[in-house]
Structure formats: C-alpha cells, structure tokens
T-cell receptor
Framework: NAGVMQNPRHLVRRRGQEARLRCSPM?????VYWYRQLPEEGLKFMVY????????ESGMPKERFSAEFPKEGPSILRIQQVVRGDSAAYFC??????????????FGEGSRLTVL | SQQGEEDPQALSIQEGENATMNCSYK?????LQWYRQNSGRGLVHLIL?????REKHSGRLRVTLDTSKKSSSLLITASRAADTASYFC????????????FGKGTRLSVIA
C-alpha cells in the first residue's frame, strides 16, 4: 500500500488524557502536513514538517499540541490534556521533495478523535 | 482566516445534470486546486490550475480561473450518484512555501 497511512482511525479519550496520532507519508515523500477538520467545516492547517524539522507551525495551538517527524518512523501529532473542543478529524497529507507546500497533497483517511 | 470560500454551501441535483461550484479567494495566488472528500474519508486531489491558466479540463471536470475577480469554478458534467461528496478549493496565498488553505466546501448530492 503506497498511500498515506494514518492510525488510529478512531480514538476515544477522556478529558485530561493524551492523544497520539500517527502518520506515515507516501513512499518517497519527504514532507508531512497536519490539518484539522471540524464537522461540516473545511480543513484548517496546523503544521508542516520534513524529517527532523518543523517548517511551519503557524496553525498549531500554542499549548498542549506538538508535532514531530523523526528521522525514522512516522510523524506524530500529540495532544496533551485533551478537552472536548479537541474532538475533530485530524488529517495528514504528504508531498514529494522539491514540490513545495503549495503543490498537490496526498491525504490519509484521517484520525477521528472523540473526547468524552 | 479562510482564504477560499465555496458557493453554494450545498447543492442537490438529479443524475445526468451538470453541477457548478464556485470558489472566491482574497489574496493573489500561484495556483488553485480542487479536492473531493467522500463522507468519512480523506481528501482526493482533482485538479490544479495555475494563475496563468484560465481553463483546464480533466474527464468530466472543467475548472476555470479568473484572477481579476479572484474566483474559480468547478463544473462536473453529466453527474452521477457516485459524484456525491464535498468539494473544496484550496489556494496557496501566493507567497513562498506556504501550505494550502482550504475553503469550507460545497456538499454535492446527486440523486439517482
């Protein structure tokens, strides 16, 4: 399977717990993007990373949210001390090297976080 | 803030009819893209049109771009029930290596 892989597809957490969402980009892709989608809304940009480097995190909330894309392994979006307002679908996308952030993005199927 | 805004928010048509969705944006762009999202799924890229292009075709899809009006339209001809989905435009804000900004989308329902 050469597509963008996200897991888990569904995650339920209680308020105050931590959520970790993982994303493996398409083979050969070097850039990863995280977007958040609320019900009946469009996607809101959160963060743009390449291996071991955050390129743009202008859409990330200042507290509780962090992202990484280590040299080995998937990109991880981490949400600490979750609150009900964090309930959303989180989408990861990837792009090949040299294309830049404004080219075609390849999306995963999303991780749907529900905070009880 | 939202860069692109789609219009209408929702559209319901009969199978075989054409569907037209519009997107307006605020700042200059290098390119504009359209994506499709089936319910509960990820987004799929449909077409990219560059700022120096006025029209582009891909199968039953036709996209136009009017940079003077900062608007784009997506036309789906001879629609099918399988075209039922949400359609989003995305723009790059025209500066440097900035990530795509998506609109809120148009929800298209094609009734068989």
């Amino acid at each position: 399977n050469a597509g963008v892989m996200q897991n888990p597809r569904h995650l339920v957490r209680r308020r105050g717990q931590e959520a970790r969402l993982r994303c493996s980009p398409m083979k050969g892709h070097s850039h990863v993007y995280w977007y958040r989608q609320l019900p009946e809304e469009g996607l809101k940009f959160m963060v743009y990373l390449q291996k071991e480097n955050i390129i743009d995190e202008s859409g990330m909330p200042k507290e509780r949210f962090s992202a990484e894309f280590p040299k080995e392994g998937p990109s991880i979006l981490r949400i600490q001390q979750v609150v009900r307002g964090d309930s959303a679908a989180y989408f990861c996308a990837s792009s090949p090297p040299g294309q830049g952030a404004a080219g075609e993005l390849f999306f995963g199927e999303g991780s749907r976080l529900t905070v009880l | 803030s939202q860069q692109g805004e789609e219009d209408p928010q929702a559209l319901s048509i009969q199978e075989g009819e054409n569907a037209t969705m519009n997107c307006s944006y605020k700042t200059s762009i290098n390119n504009l893209q359209w994506y499709r999202q089936n319910s509960g799924r990820g987004l799929v890229h449909l077409i990219l049109i560059r700022s120096n292009e006025r029209e582009k075709h891909s199968g039953r899809l036709r996209v136009t771009l009017d940079t003077s009006k900062k608007s784009s339209s997506l036309l789906i001809t001879a629609s099918r029930a399988a075209d039922t989905a949400s359609y989003f435009c995305a723009t790059d804000a025209g500066r440097g290596n900035t990530p795509l900004v998506f609109g809120k989308g148009t929800r298209l329902s094609v009734i068989a």
